[in-house]
């Protein structure tokens, strides 16, 4: 779910510059858009602003299913990566957000995608154990939520998961 209201302020008093962001949106890359402001208010040269690769795979998973975002992906993948804003977080939010939507399929396969560009990610394993468990399969739950624990030993979540999965506790 997009909580919004988002905001960043930034002080240069030696160069007389103040700059203030607010958006009403949790998946704008606030700190991109600040260093590209500050970059024209100072006079640099302004870097291209890059797309969020999540955002982008999330409209065409909606749009046109999730073959088409797994075909985007690898086209991405192998040409224009560096062009794409690339955030885990925003994964794992977007991936949320489908699920609360009732589209839990589209959450798991956004997850999946996410793990192909994180794959040291213990918080993205969880989550997908999280939603396989949602979906009614506690053989991958249990793999993602292990693979979990694996990548941070101190994951308490992940840990506590397994034990219920294999009835420990």
């Known amino acids: ?60 998973t909606i749009t046109s299913g999730v073959e088409a975002a797994i075909s985007e992906y690898t086209q991405i993948q192998q040409f224009s990566l560096e062009r794409y804003l690339v955030h885990e977080g925003e994964f794992n939010a977007f991936a949320y957000m489908m699920l609360e939507s009732g589209w839990l399929q589209e959450g798991i396969s956004i997850l999946e995608l996410s793990i192909r560009l994180f794959p040291e990610s213990s918080n993205l394993y969880n989550s997908l154990g999280e939603m396989y468990l949602l979906s009614g399969n506690r053989n991958l739950a249990l793999q993602h939520y292990q693979k979990s624990i694996e990548l941070d030993p101190n994951h308490k979540e992940g840990i506590l998961k397994v034990n219920e999965l294999l009835g420990v506790i």
């Open 1 to 60: 779910m997009d909580t919004g209201f988002r905001s960043n302020l930034l002080l240069l008093p030696e160069n007389g510059v103040a700059i203030a962001i607010m958006t009403n949106a949790d998946f704008v890359g606030n700190k991109v858009l600040c260093e590209a402001i500050l970059d024209i208010v100072l006079g640099e040269e302004v870097q291209y602003v890059k797309r969020s690769l999540a955002s982008h795979l999330v409209k065409i």
